[in-house]
């Protein structure tokens, strides 16, 4: 749980930009890339932490952009990507309207009254499990995956 606004804050941007670089890393004609038939793809994915960080900031009371529940996912990665950059933009914004008290008020959210801290702790494990994922699906895809929190196994072994 963030008990200061600027420990999330801090987390928020660094997480955001690793998950930018993997939408980045997304090439179009690999977007349907899913671990088998059926389950969520890189767009897929994609396009749900775009969703999913606009319902987090609202429950938080911040003014995040948000797509409506099960707007298909767009056409091109440049369509998300542009997508994403708005709602990180958005959070750097509204971020200043968070304070360390405010991080242990009870909010209304999807699973309750949840002090608001501890449910943007749950933003931030949300996007890392899905992007995650993604990473998993990128290197299957036979796509470059970025160094997010540290160099990458190929990364490693270019020197």
Do not use: C
């Amino acid at each position: 749980m963030y008990r200061t606004s600027g420990d999330f804050m801090e987390d928020w941007a660094a997480s955001a930009a690793g998950t930018l670089s993997v939408m980045q890393a997304i090439s179009d004609d690999k977007m349907n890339a899913a671990i088998v038939e059926g389950h969520n793809s890189l767009g897929w994915l994609a396009w749900h932490l775009v969703s999913t960080a606009g319902a987090f900031g609202r429950f938080a009371g911040l003014n995040i952009p948000s797509i409506e529940r099960g707007a298909p996912v767009p056409a091109t990665m440049a369509e998300i990507v542009s997508q994403y950059e708005a709602v990180i933009a958005a959070y750097a914004s509204e971020g200043s309207k968070l304070t360390d008290a405010s991080m242990t008020e009870e909010i209304d959210t999807f699973v309750g009254k949840t002090p608001r801290g501890k449910f943007l702790r749950k933003l931030i494990d949300h996007q890392t499990h899905h992007r995650g994922q993604m990473t998993v699906l990128l290197r299957q895809a036979g796509l470059k995956v970025p160094g997010v929190l540290g160099p990458t196994r190929e990364m490693q072994t270019q020197n």
